[in-house]
């Protein structure tokens, strides 16, 4: 159970104005990114205790000059500014998910087959999801829903019970099924196997307006799974708290933290099919 009030309060921490992005180009405008603006940031400070990321008050926001290059050192993610992560991340996201869609192609066909039996539409749903540097890209899934107007999926969280989810969709999103066609994206360098997840422009523009920091999740590579999601943060949950997670792992990055969340993504499918 995740505690409301901590939530809440999370949420004060961190909220702060800045501006809209812009979609005109195809890349949503990161105010991280842009040397020449200037947003209000929070102060952070690293609780030893607990290894999470801490903020300061809502009261020590000052204004501070935004420098693409100086950001990844300046706010804690210098690992994810050097050769390592480049390469071995990228080697592992190919290696990984290469034997993913190996290994799975049987199943991949199954699940296929099943949804264009069960109802009508194709069997992908491809959506727009800003990735790294604000660079949007078609995102692939299992389609799990009946199909419905573009503007409703991309500006619309879907309900557990929403009632344009087909059979097979429902058993898709409870195993995360429902994901694998995102190693494609994984190969062809839109996404890493590890990351912060993806959001659809919409939502990156209006929490980037309500959240200080918010940006700087789209500094690294964007992910199938990630810190916040083993830790039971994913789809309608607190975007305050993915976030402190999203930062936290951007600043902790490594290998070995890739390998052990994604075991624990693994661990955490076989648990919930068995509870």
């Known amino acids: 159970m995740h505690s409301p009030m901590r939530e809440q309060d999370s949420l004060q921490r961190l909220q702060s104005e800045s501006k809209a992005a812009d979609t005109s180009s195809r890349v ?40 693409y290059l100086a950001d990844l050192t300046t706010f804690g993610f210098s690992r994810i500014n050097t050769s390592a992560y480049s390469i071995l991340k990228r080697l592992f996201d190919i290696v990984f998910a290469s034997a993913a869609i190996v290994s799975t192609t049987p199943l991949l066909v199954i699940i296929s087959i099943a949804i264009k039996l069960t109802s009508r539409g194709p069997v992908f749903f491809t959506q727009d999801r800003v990735g790294k540097d604000g660079r949007i890209f078609k995102m692939l899934k299992f389609r799990t829903m009946r199909v419905a107007d573009t503007w409703i999926t991309d500006t619309a969280w879907r309900a557990a019970d929403d009632p344009r989810r087909t059979i097979v969709g429902s058993l898709l999103r409870r195993t995360s099924l429902d994901e694998l066609p995102q190693f494609f994206n994984v190969l062809v360098g839109q996404m890493s196997v590890v990351g912060p997840r993806p959001e659809r422009p919409f939502f990156v523009q209006k929490f980037a307006t309500e959240l200080a920091r918010y940006e700087l999740r789209h500094l690294g590579e964007v992910g199938i799974t990630g810190l916040a999601q083993i830790h039971g943060y994913r789809g309608d949950t607190c975007i305050a708290t993915r976030l402190s997670y999203d930062l936290e792992y951007l600043e902790s990055w490594s290998l070995r933290l890739d390998l052990q969340i994604v075991w624990l993504t693994i661990k955490g499918i076989f648990v919930s099919e068995h509870e």
Do not use: K, M, N, Y
């Open 28 to 67: 949503v405008r990161i105010d991280a990114l842009d040397r020449t603006r200037r947003v209000g940031l929070a102060e952070a400070e690293h609780d030893s205790q607990t290894g999470r990321l801490e903020d300061a008050p809502f009261d020590s926001l000052t204004p501070q000059p935004i420098d």
